[in-house]
Structure formats: C-alpha cells, structure tokens
C-alpha cells in the first residue's frame, strides 16, 4: 500500500496548456517534497513545503500545501516541452521520506 | 548541487555474486539513505543511516545490508544478487535537524543481474 497517492499517473498534454498534479494521503507530513526527474538521473528537488496552507511558485510551477498537511498540488502554467519529466512528490514522517509513484509529463510542441 | 556521488554508475554481475555500491557525500549531512526505483513502484526504502555505525532498516531490506564506519561513506550491499535485485539504485542524504525535512539525490547506479 503506497502511503503518497500521486494522480495522474501518466498526462500528455499540449505545449501551452495549463496542469495540475495531485499528491494525496491519510497521513500528516512535517514537510512534503517535489522533485522532477529526468531519464537516466536521479530526482532533482524543486520546492520543500512545510507548513499547512503554503503556497510556494518557482515561475510557472506553483505548489500548495494541504491545510492539514495531508495533501499536495503542484500547478503548471503553460506548460513547456522544457518541463517534460517524471514528477515525483515525498512526504517526511519521523526519520523516513515516503514517496508517490509520480507523474510522467509530456508536453507535446 | 549537492556533493552526492555513487559509484559505480553502471553494474552488471550474475546471480549468486556480491556486490557493493558506494556512496560519498561532501556535505557533512547526518542522514543517508538508500532506495531501489522500479517501474510501478516508485521509489522504496532499502536501509538508512542515522550516524556513523548507527543504521536502520526500510521497507524493502530483505537481501541487502549496509555500513557506514565514516560520515561521509555509506555502503550497500547485496550478499548474493538475485535476478529480482536489478533495478536503479538511488542514495539520497538529509539533515533532518535545523530546517525543513529535505532529501538530495545521487545519480544512480543501474545495476542488472543476469
């Protein structure tokens, strides 16, 4: 049972177009993580946010953090084929990081 | 970035033989961990570090064991490696006091077992 629900597993979409990635859970995080990963390399972090009700933007991505800490959005504005990867979400609990199955992005020129 | 560093990149062995993967870290951080990344799976926790001698298990340890006799140093090895073992293996590295819970990545070791 994966602890980190990410959705959409897969999304394909054109250049320009706006998206939205979820990452869900039961359980409460002291901080929650996103990466984006590119074939062949290991997972890059984009945006740590910790507190409850965080809005952090990085230029196009926007990242929000649940009010109760459970949940996570990262939001993309038009969309580049630059951002096409493997998007990856992670919650903190205790001394261990749990991740989500992440999200392969493809944006299409 | 991160002064992460895994070695070797690429592995191939055959069933029943040890292997070890190393990974350095310059950045003095306490915690390091070790995941397997699989298709389907994301990423899974195999063992982590704590401090130097000081580890602990994770979800997916069956197989593997790990030392860490310096801060910067954290081994894995697989003491016989089984077909089921070929995967990409990621060290990350923490320091969970004094700030946001964050992890860093290494690149990767690719390793297959035939």
């Known amino acids: 049972t994966q602890l980190l629900e990410q959705s959409p597993q897969f999304l394909s979409i054109q250049e320009g177009e706006n998206l939205t990635v979820y990452c869900n859970s039961s359980s409460v995080f002291s901080s929650l993580q996103w990466y984006r990963q590119e074939p062949g390399e290991g997972p890059v972090l984009l945006v740590t946010v910790v507190t409850g009700g965080e809005v952090k933007k990085l230029k196009r991505l926007t990242f929000q953090f649940g009010d109760a800490r459970k949940d996570s959005s990262l939001h993309i504005t038009a969309a580049q084929t630059g951002d096409t990867g493997l998007y990856l979400c992670?919650?903190?609990?205790?001394?261990?990081?749990?991740f989500g199955t992440g999200t392969s992005l493809t944006v299409i020129p | 970035d991160a002064g992460i560093t895994q070695s070797p990149r690429h592995k191939v062995t055959e069933t029943g033989t040890p292997v070890t993967l190393r990974c350095h870290q310059t950045?003095?951080?306490?915690?390091m961990y070790w995941y397997r990344q699989d298709p389907g799976h994301g990423l899974r926790l195999i063992h982590y570090?704590?401090?130097?001698?000081?580890?602990d298990k994770g979800e997916v340890s069956d197989g593997y064991s790990v030392s860490r006799s310096k801060t910067e140093d954290f081994l894995l090895t697989l003491e016989s490696a089984t077909s089921s073992q070929t995967s990409v293996y990621f060290c990350?590295?923490?320091?969970?006091?004094?700030?946001?819970?964050?992890?860093?990545f290494g690149p990767g070791t690719r390793l297959t077992v035939l």
């Open positions: 950045e003095n951080h306490r915690y």
């Open positions: 990350a590295i923490s320091e969970l006091a004094g700030g946001p819970k964050t992890q860093y």
């Open positions: 992670a919650g903190a609990l205790g001394n261990q990081f749990y």
């Open positions: 570090s704590y401090g130097v001698k000081d580890t």
